[in-house]
């Protein structure tokens, strides 16, 4: 999955493609480079971001959807209801949806649906990394997320840790320890570590445009571990790097 963030403020990418052509050049180039979804997004949701009016965010992503969408799998990533209808009226053919709560929405569509873990809001979320488990607390969560879309009829569903989400380091390290025990769901899971803070932390404070490696070693563990899709900035290395995971 490559990210293609529409935001002025996105914490890696942020005002790079916030011109739709240039948006939708990029979601095309990332297409080419390997990445079988391109995940549209048109808020940051990094620690502290401030809300998107929604007409705003639908201005973002609207027409990035609709360009990209006959060319390859199109995510809309948004935790708004209006967002999520737009998009999938455009042609995303999956919700990725932050808030886990969106599945109706997806159930109307017949789209897929991605239930990633979070507390509070972007702004409030850093004051919520509290846990006594941190991996059961959240695959609980998401088990019981899942359940409901699954009543909800939706087939397509994934599973998300939210990695940095009301996340300490050591919380997202402990998910990525033990994401076998959210594979054994049998849920499809998906990682997103690229770019993240807590990997230029353990990386002797590397800025976020010098954490390709880290995010390599951190999508490799992810696929190794059983991931079945990871969400990334890095298309072309992260698929070289998966076609060897695969080969061997
Ligand atoms: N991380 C971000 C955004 N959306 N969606 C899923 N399913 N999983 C993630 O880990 C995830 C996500 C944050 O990264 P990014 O989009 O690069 O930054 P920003 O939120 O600042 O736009």
Redo the contacts with the bound molecule.
Sequence with gaps: ?G?L?V?P??????GRWLDPEAATAHGLALAAEGADVV?V?G????PG?DEVPVEEELRRVVPVVDALASHVRVSI?TRKREVAEAALDAGATIL???SASLYDVAAVHEAGW?A?HMRGT?LTMQQEASYDDVVSEVREFLLHRARLALAAGIREI?I??????AKTADHNLSLLARLDELVATGHPV???????SFIGRLTGDAPVDDRLEGSLALAVWAMVKGAAMV?V?DVRSTAQAARLVTAA
């Design positions: 999955m990210v963030n935001t403020d996105s914490f890696s990418d942020g995940d997004g808020e940051s949701t990094r971001a990533d990725n949806d932050v991605v990633m972007p994934w998300d840790p939210g990695l940095g989400f998906l990682v997103g570590a690229s770019r993240k969400r900035h």
